[in-house]
């Protein structure tokens, strides 16, 4: 079965700090990899995602991942933090050998920016 | 285009009351998916739509649960006999097909559900 593992719930750094968030995932396969952004109170946006080719993504809002199938690993970074990136980050895997489109979750990592 | 739409954005029940949300997706996607999250977890898929088929359910959805989308269009979740293990974040989202699964989707603000 699918799963994905966000290792991390609580990360505080210092705005203007390096960012990585972590992720792994179980599968069988390599699956389609999402990285979602959720302020309080709404809904998910979409901030990069893999599919296939370059395992280095660029995304929205400066934001990068890398997949790594060795480690199946998927996780996220920033050079440099902004104070308005403090929110709550998912991971999430899609099966390719379905059609449905439907997202296995992790369960977040919250993420505090100090000033 | 306005988005993912989605009321009531928070909806307040009494234990045992039934309730409906309703989402309006993207108008040109097909596709349209619900998924619920608990305080401090990630969502969980509970059921997806393409046009107005009703093709995949959890089991997470009770048969206290019915989602419908009857023109293809818009969508109702409805709770009947609610507890208080319903209360949670209804996410709605929507895609093509053609750009499903590989692309991600769209989600709305979401409905938060309390149930007291």
């Known amino acids: 079965a699918q799963s994905v593992t966000q290792p991390d719930i609580h990360i505080t750094v210092s705005e203007g700090a390096s960012l990585e968030l972590r992720c792994n995932y179980s599968y069988g396969a390599t699956p389609y990899l999402f990285w979602y952004v959720q302020s309080p109170g709404q809904g998910l946006q979409l901030l990069l995602k893999y599919f296939s080719g370059d395992t280095l993504v660029q995304g929205i809002k400066g934001f990068e991942a890398e997949f790594k199938r060795s480690q199946s690993s998927f996780n996220l970074r920033k050079p440099s933090v902004h104070w308005s990136d403090a929110a709550e980050y998912f991971c999430a895997v899609g099966a390719r050998s379905s059609n449905t489109g439907k997202l296995i979750f992790g369960q977040g990592t919250t993420l505090q920016v100090k000033p | 285009d306005t988005g993912v739409s989605q009321n009531p954005r928070h909806k307040i029940t009494k234990r045992g009351q039934n309730v409906t949300f309703r989402c309006d997706p993207i108008?040109?996607?097909?596709?349209l998916y619900w998924y619920r999250q608990t305080l401090g977890q990630g969502p969980e898929f509970l059921t997806y739509?393409?046009?107005?088929?009703?093709?995949?359910k959890s089991r997470l959805l009770s048969d206290r649960f019915s989602a419908e989308r009857p023109k293809g269009s818009f969508s109702t979740l409805e709770i009947q006999r609610t507890e208080q293990g319903d209360s949670a974040m209804y996410l709605c989202?929507?895609?093509?097909?053609?750009?499903?699964?590989?692309?991600?989707?769209?989600f709305g603000s979401g409905t938060r559900l309390t149930v007291v």
């Open positions: 108008s040109e996607h097909n596709r």
């Open positions: 739509f393409q046009n107005e088929a009703q093709l995949e």
């Open positions: 989202a929507s895609s093509d097909s053609f750009m499903a699964p590989h692309y991600g989707y769209t």
